[in-house]
């Protein structure tokens, strides 16, 4: 197939295009570099090295003899310039990650919340008119997020994307309906995947579009297959406060000797992927697209959950660091359960890549290796949900000994 992977110089992105292209797919990455740029505007820079996308591309010709071709598309502002390569090109398959991806970069002023907006939703709508308006029949397939459904407790699992429900009629009768799952956004990046949700929701039905929606866990790991072939195919690795994963983030601080912040209780639940299975998801989802004018299809990309702080005791008791108790810059209760159905993915032949110490350690080997590239006072998260929260968190140069102030 002719893939567009829009936002395939990205975290996930640029595995997906390696593991694609392998496959023997013709891939056309569609990117601004905006996570680049975002870098700059941080002052932080990958823990991984990371040349242009124009040289991985070389490398991975060199290694394979297959080519990526990049294309420099701002999809949220040039909607002319991507209705126009669309129209030369008429791809099989788009893949959509092309959105700002991180919920406290999300929240650190309105700025970042006014930028978050108009890129994530201008890119997905310009998209979808796009898709209509050249009448391009091409399966979408969009990297959602699990944070769509919220993290509250409701003593049941949460179903792939839609809910039965039982509706009272006027004459008392009860009529049974399947609803999109209830959204419950806890951030200003998770509100725009649930946005993205109406979009596909009402361009499938109106337009007959052909879409996947996956709703992802948290991805933890660095190496797939395909990066490991080439020490300059490396995937980026994020540690800072902004960008970093909690688990990534947990296994850098071992690596550097730096406590293991966990924030709040650490009761919160989360979904959790490894980039492999990642990967392996897009392409499952790729080879089973839903039929033209049938609703969207919904899948969970996620492979098992976990308390934070059953992550954090899991690395210090394998790396022997220690764990320190912050307060939370997020808004958010201190505990949640989280249940979650995923068997569309199990059915279709996915073998989970599950946490093991093997695979953690191939983590902290790779953080040690590149320790020099750390600065230490960006590895505190400390994006402040609301102004309250803000006022009463105080945060030293190390970033260790978070307090409340009164």
Same mark, same amino acid.
């Given at each position: 197939?002719?893939?567009?992977?829009?936002?395939?110089?990205?975290?996930?992105g640029?595995? =997906?295009s390696?593991h694609?292209?392998?496959?023997?797919?013709?891939?056309?990455?569609?990117?601004?570099?905006?996570?680049?740029?975002?870098?700059?505007?941080?002052?932080?820079?990958?823990?991984?090295?990371?040349?242009?996308?124009?040289?991985?591309?070389?490398?991975?010709?060199?290694?394979?003899?297959?080519?990526?071709?990049?294309?420099?598309?701002?999809?949220?502002?040039?909607?002319e310039?991507?209705?126009?390569?669309?129209?030369?090109?008429?791809?099989?398959?788009?893949?959509?990650?092309?959105?700002?991806?991180?919920?406290?970069? +999300?929240?650190? +002023?309105?700025?970042?919340?006014?930028?978050?907006?108009?890129?994530?939703?201008?890119?997905?709508?310009n998209?979808?008119?796009?898709?209509?308006?050249?009448?391009?029949?091409?399966?979408?397939?969009?990297?959602?997020?699990?944070?769509?459904?919220?993290?509250?407790?409701? %003593?049941?699992?949460?179903?792939?994307?839609?809910?039965?429900?039982?509706?009272? =009629?006027?004459?008392?009768r009860?009529? +049974?309906?399947?609803?999109?799952?209830?959204?419950?956004?806890?951030?200003?990046?998770?509100?725009?995947?649930?946005?993205?949700?109406?979009?596909?929701?009402?361009?499938?039905k109106?337009?007959?579009?052909?879409?996947?929606?996956?709703?992802?866990?948290?991805?933890?790991?660095?190496?797939?297959?395909?990066?490991?072939r080439?020490?300059?195919?490396?995937?980026?690795?994020?540690?800072?406060?902004?960008?970093?994963?909690?688990?990534?983030?947990?296994?850098?601080?071992?690596?550097?000797?730096?406590?293991?912040?966990?924030?709040?209780?650490? %009761?919160?639940?989360?979904?959790?992927?490894?980039?492999?299975?990642?990967?392996?998801?897009?392409?499952?989802?790729?080879?089973?697209?839903?039929?033209?004018?049938?609703?969207?299809?919904?899948?969970?990309?996620?492979?098992?959950?976990?308390?934070?702080?059953?992550?954090?005791?899991?690395?210090?008791?394998?790396?022997?660091?220690?764990?320190?108790?912050?307060?939370?810059?997020?808004?958010?209760?201190?505990?949640?359960?989280?249940?979650?159905?995923?068997?569309?993915?199990?059915?279709?032949?996915?073998?989970p890549?599950?946490? %093991?110490?093997?695979?953690?350690?191939?983590?902290?080997?790779?953080?040690?290796?590149?320790?020099?590239?750390?600065?230490?006072?960006?590895?505190?998260?400390?994006?402040?949900?609301?102004?309250?929260?803000?006022?009463?968190?105080?945060?030293?140069?190390?970033?260790?000994?978070?307090?409340?102030?009164?």
């Open positions: 197939m002719k893939i567009a992977v829009l936002g395939g110089d990205g975290f996930v640029w595995p =997906t390696l694609l292209s392998d496959a023997g797919h013709e891939i056309h990455i569609l990117d601004n570099l905006s996570r680049r740029w975002i870098d700059t505007e941080l002052g932080v820079q990958s823990l991984t090295p990371m040349d242009s996308i124009q040289e991985r591309a070389r490398i991975w010709h060199a290694e394979t003899g297959r080519r990526i071709h990049f294309h420099l598309i701002d999809l949220a502002k040039d909607y310039l991507l209705k126009g390569w669309l129209s030369k090109n008429r791809p099989d398959a788009i893949i959509h990650f092309a959105e700002q991806r991180a919920a406290p970069y +999300s929240m650190k +002023s309105d700025r970042h919340k006014n930028y978050t907006v108009s890129n994530n939703v201008n890119a997905t709508h998209l979808l008119n796009a898709l209509v308006e050249l009448d391009l029949d091409a399966h979408l397939v969009h990297l959602g997020t699990m944070g769509v459904y919220g993290y509250s407790t409701v %003593g049941a699992a949460i179903p792939e994307g839609y809910l039965p429900v039982g509706i009272e =009629t006027a004459d008392g009860t009529v +049974s309906q399947e609803i999109l799952y209830p959204s419950n956004p806890g951030s200003i990046y998770h509100m725009t995947k649930c946005l993205d949700q109406q979009l596909f929701q009402f361009y499938a109106n337009d007959g579009l052909r879409i996947t929606d996956l709703h992802q866990g948290i991805v933890w790991g660095t190496h797939t297959e395909q990066t490991r080439h020490m300059q195919l490396i995937n980026r690795f994020d540690y800072d406060g902004d960008y970093g994963t909690v688990l990534n983030r947990f296994l850098i601080q071992a690596a550097i000797g730096y406590p293991l912040t966990v924030h709040g209780t650490g %009761g919160q639940t989360r979904a959790f992927i490894h980039i492999q299975d990642s990967v392996r998801c897009i392409e499952i989802a790729l080879s089973n697209p839903p039929a033209r004018s049938s609703r969207v299809e919904i899948f969970n990309q996620m492979t098992e959950t976990h308390r934070v702080r059953d992550l954090a005791e899991m690395i210090s008791k394998m790396t022997g660091s220690r764990i320190a108790w912050l307060p939370n810059p997020r808004k958010e209760a201190p505990e949640n359960e989280l249940v979650v159905r995923n068997e569309k993915f199990l059915g279709l032949g996915l073998e890549t599950t946490l %093991g110490e093997g695979l953690l350690g191939e983590i902290v080997d790779v953080a040690k290796k590149y320790a020099y590239r750390v600065d230490r006072s960006r590895v505190p998260a400390v994006s402040a949900w609301t102004r309250d929260i803000a006022a009463k968190v105080e945060h030293d140069p190390e970033g260790v000994r978070l307090k409340s102030v009164s």
